[in-house]
Nanobody, 114 residues
Framework: QVQLVESGGGLVQPGGSLRLSCAAS????????MYWYRQAPGNQRELVAR???????NYADSVKGRFTISRDNAKNTVYLQMNSLKPEDTAVYYC????????WGQGTQVTVSS
Protein backbone atom coordinates (compact mmCIF):
# COMPACT_ATOMS: atom_id res chain seq x y z
CA GLN A 1 0.00 0.00 0.00
CA VAL A 2 1.29 3.43 -0.94
CA GLN A 3 -0.02 6.51 0.85
CA LEU A 4 0.35 9.95 -0.68
CA VAL A 5 -0.09 13.22 1.20
CA GLU A 6 -0.14 16.51 -0.70
CA SER A 7 0.57 19.95 0.73
CA GLY A 8 1.31 23.47 -0.45
CA GLY A 9 -1.96 24.54 -2.02
CA GLY A 10 -3.62 27.87 -1.33
CA LEU A 11 -4.78 31.17 -2.72
CA VAL A 12 -2.43 33.12 -4.96
CA GLN A 13 -2.78 36.11 -7.24
CA PRO A 14 -2.39 35.76 -11.01
CA GLY A 15 1.28 35.74 -11.92
CA GLY A 16 2.25 34.28 -8.56
CA SER A 17 3.89 31.01 -7.63
CA LEU A 18 3.20 27.99 -5.47
CA ARG A 19 5.07 24.78 -4.79
CA LEU A 20 3.11 21.62 -4.15
CA SER A 21 4.66 18.69 -2.32
CA CYS A 22 3.60 15.07 -2.20
CA ALA A 23 5.09 12.81 0.44
CA ALA A 24 4.87 9.09 -0.27
CA SER A 25 5.07 6.22 2.17
CA UNK A 26 6.84 2.98 1.42
CA UNK A 27 10.20 2.02 0.07
CA UNK A 28 8.89 1.38 -3.44
CA UNK A 29 8.60 5.07 -4.27
CA UNK A 30 11.63 4.99 -6.56
CA UNK A 31 10.07 2.36 -8.81
CA UNK A 32 6.99 4.43 -9.64
CA UNK A 33 6.39 7.07 -12.20
CA MET A 34 4.82 9.98 -10.31
CA TYR A 35 2.11 12.23 -11.62
CA TRP A 36 0.29 15.45 -10.84
CA TYR A 37 -3.30 15.69 -12.03
CA ARG A 38 -5.83 18.46 -11.52
CA GLN A 39 -9.58 18.77 -11.61
CA ALA A 40 -11.49 22.01 -11.90
CA PRO A 41 -15.21 22.21 -11.07
CA GLY A 42 -17.27 20.74 -13.89
CA ASN A 43 -14.20 19.38 -15.67
CA GLN A 44 -12.63 15.98 -15.97
CA ARG A 45 -9.43 15.23 -14.12
CA GLU A 46 -6.49 16.03 -16.38
CA LEU A 47 -2.82 15.13 -16.35
CA VAL A 48 -0.60 18.08 -15.56
CA ALA A 49 2.88 16.57 -15.33
CA ARG A 50 4.67 13.25 -15.04
CA UNK A 51 8.14 12.23 -13.90
CA UNK A 52 9.50 8.79 -14.55
CA UNK A 53 11.69 6.95 -12.09
CA UNK A 54 14.76 7.91 -14.13
CA UNK A 55 13.82 11.59 -14.07
CA UNK A 56 12.36 12.12 -17.53
CA UNK A 57 9.47 14.58 -17.41
CA ASN A 58 6.38 15.31 -19.48
CA TYR A 59 3.94 18.22 -19.25
CA ALA A 60 0.52 19.20 -20.49
CA ASP A 61 0.75 21.87 -23.17
CA SER A 62 -1.17 24.27 -20.96
CA VAL A 63 1.56 24.32 -18.30
CA LYS A 64 4.76 23.90 -20.32
CA GLY A 65 7.31 26.54 -19.45
CA ARG A 66 5.46 27.49 -16.26
CA PHE A 67 5.35 24.31 -14.16
CA THR A 68 8.22 22.04 -13.15
CA ILE A 69 7.88 18.56 -11.68
CA SER A 70 10.73 17.08 -9.69
CA ARG A 71 11.35 14.27 -7.25
CA ASP A 72 13.62 13.64 -4.30
CA ASN A 73 13.94 9.89 -3.96
CA ALA A 74 15.82 10.20 -0.69
CA LYS A 75 12.80 11.97 0.81
CA ASN A 76 10.12 9.96 -1.05
CA THR A 77 8.71 13.26 -2.22
CA VAL A 78 7.59 14.70 -5.53
CA TYR A 79 7.15 18.42 -6.13
CA LEU A 80 5.28 20.65 -8.54
CA GLN A 81 6.69 24.16 -8.84
CA MET A 82 4.04 26.38 -10.40
CA ASN A 83 5.03 29.81 -11.71
CA SER A 84 3.16 32.49 -13.65
CA LEU A 85 -0.11 31.10 -12.36
CA LYS A 86 -3.32 31.92 -14.21
CA PRO A 87 -6.95 31.84 -13.05
CA GLU A 88 -7.49 28.82 -15.29
CA ASP A 89 -4.98 26.90 -13.15
CA THR A 90 -7.53 26.93 -10.34
CA ALA A 91 -8.31 23.33 -9.45
CA VAL A 92 -7.81 20.58 -6.92
CA TYR A 93 -4.39 19.09 -7.57
CA TYR A 94 -3.82 15.40 -6.98
CA CYS A 95 -0.62 13.46 -6.61
CA UNK A 96 -0.56 9.98 -8.14
CA UNK A 97 1.79 7.05 -8.14
CA UNK A 98 1.63 4.58 -10.99
CA UNK A 99 -0.92 6.20 -13.24
CA UNK A 100 -4.71 6.11 -13.41
CA UNK A 101 -4.93 2.65 -11.86
CA UNK A 102 -2.42 3.42 -9.13
CA UNK A 103 -2.47 5.34 -5.88
CA TRP A 104 -3.97 8.78 -5.24
CA GLY A 105 -3.55 11.48 -2.66
CA GLN A 106 -6.44 13.37 -1.12
CA GLY A 107 -5.87 16.49 -3.21
CA THR A 108 -4.94 20.08 -2.41
CA GLN A 109 -6.85 23.16 -3.56
CA VAL A 110 -5.10 25.77 -5.66
CA THR A 111 -7.00 28.99 -6.28
CA VAL A 112 -5.63 31.71 -8.54
CA SER A 113 -7.58 34.89 -8.11
CA SER A 114 -7.11 38.59 -7.54
Amino acid sequence: QVQLVESGGGLVQPGGSLRLSCAASGSIFTSYAMYWYRQAPGNQRELVARIWSGGTTNYADSVKGRFTISRDNAKNTVYLQMNSLKPEDTAVYYCNAGGAGGYWGQGTQVTVSS
